[in-house]
């Protein structure tokens, strides 16, 4: 789901949300009227009276959208299946402000699959921002957090936010340079 437009929407019910790029929880209360932005990987940018805000996929019904079907993995996937899917759904976390994924972005460093002792797995994520100083840190590792966690068979998760090396545009992939106009 990807959208560059600016659809008018009007929030149905209070819905959470962040403000961009501070990172400030705040409330947008019924009635308010934004323009959708950004739809990309199941949330959504909205721009409301001068400020840009990010609402989760899970609040999507606030503005009208239909959330995300449920992931399936067969009952004997194997890790390299599971580590398909974990770098597919990392590939559905946008920073907010930039419409390329965080993996072309190039802000993940590593993503692994291991078992713990009941069977179940754990992912690990080390990742980084494109500032050090980004009010959206935590909302992306929030993001991927939830992401990870709808995955069949993924119980624990540890996302680690790193800045050494510190991200530089030559760590995007060539299609996100060639978007952005960064070659």
């Not at 239909?66 to 992931?71: I, Q, R």
């Not at 390329?100 to 069977?119: F, K, P, Q, W």
């Amino acid at each position: 789901m990807y959208s560059r437009s600016s659809e008018p929407v009007r929030f149905e019910r209070d819905c959470a949300a962040v403000l961009v790029p501070q990172g400030d929880a705040v409330t947008l209360p019924a009635g308010t009227v934004g323009y959708i932005t950004q739809a990309l990987g199941g949330s959504y940018t909205v721009f409301v009276e001068g400020n840009l805000f990010r609402i989760a996929g899970q609040d999507g019904d606030a503005i009208g959208k239909e959330p995300a079907e449920p992931l399936e993995l067969p009952d004997d996937a194997t890790d390299d299946a599971v580590e398909q899917l974990v770098w597919k759904q990392l590939r559905t976390c946008f920073d907010p402000e930039i419409p390329i994924n965080i993996v072309d972005l190039g802000l993940v460093y590593e993503a692994t699959v291991s078992h713990r002792d009941d069977g179940q797995r754990k992912v690990t994520v080390r990742m980084t921002l494109t500032a050090p100083g980004c009010g959206m840190g935590e909302i992306l590792v929030d993001d991927v957090t939830s992401k990870l966690e709808m995955i069949p068979t993924v119980a624990d998760t540890d996302v680690e936010l790193v800045f050494d090396p510190p991200w530089n545009r030559n760590m995007m992939s060539e299609a996100a340079r060639l978007e952005t106009g960064m070659l």
